[in-house]
């Protein structure tokens, strides 16, 4: 059973530029949620998906935005990139519909982005 | 204020000991408490989770919430040098909130 999958595992941009994040969730997840990572510090909530909509989203500027395709794989887009975006990007998955605590993100491995 | 703060470290024990992580948190309302190991170039994984106040142990690891003090634990017994990662507390509070980390490393 494959985890959460992401790609790629590293990227290398320079600012201004525009940057493509991918997230395959694990089998049976139907949710996605993307985290900020600086280093140093925790994982800082973007944003969530769920039947191909953001559902909710942290205190991120609209240069962050997302899409959810209908097999639930999910992008990360960040435009007009800037040296603060440097930065592990984390995708989480769950199942929306399981009745139970608040427990069940399941990470990826991440991409770490430097901005140059 | 952050909604959970906890003491980055780093945190150097030697193998067999018992370690103690701590957090605290900001908000009486949150209920959900997590504990997450993330290894070097890794993403977390969930380790253990309490509802409420109250211990829960699992093996060599035990999680204990104290909500009249806002306080959250994670002890670690017979501390292997395996154990040796990252250590970040979470908080469900409408979205999950993560505390910086503990860096733990167990000598050998």
């Known amino acids: 059973d494959a985890g959460v999958t992401q790609s790629p595992t590293h990227l290398i941009k320079t600012r201004g530029q525009q940057v493509t994040l991918r997230c395959s969730p694990k089998s049976g997840h139907d949710t996605v949620s993307w985290y900020q990572q600086a280093l140093g510090q925790g994982p800082q909530f973007i944003f969530q998906y769920y039947e191909e909509e953001e559902r909710q989203r942290g205190n991120f500027p609209d240069r962050f935005s997302g899409h959810q395709f209908p097999n639930y794989s999910s992008e990360l887009n960040v435009n007009a990139l800037l040296l603060g975006d440097s930065a592990l990007y984390l995708c989480a998955s769950s199942r929306r519909d399981r009745n139970e605590p608040r427990s069940s993100l399941f990470f990826g491995s991440g991409t770490q982005l430097s901005v140059l | 204020q952050k909604e959970v703060e906890q003491d980055p470290g780093p945190l150097s024990v030697p193998e067999g000991a018992i370690v103690s992580l701590n957090c605290t948190y900001s908000?009486?309302?949150?209920?959900?408490f997590m504990w997450y190991r993330q290894y070097s170039r890794k993403g977390p994984e969930l380790l253990m989770y309490t509802y409420s106040s109250g211990n829960k142990e699992d093996g060599r690891f035990t999680a204990q919430v104290d909500k009249s003090s806002k306080y959250i634990s994670l002890f670690i017994r017979d501390s292997q040098p395996s154990d040796s990662a990252t250590y970040l507390c979470?908080?469900?509070?409408?979205?999950?909130?993560f505390g910086t980390g503990t860096s733990l490393t167990v000598i050998p």
């Open positions: 908000n009486s309302a949150f209920q959900y």
């Open positions: 979470a908080i469900w509070g409408n979205q999950f909130y």
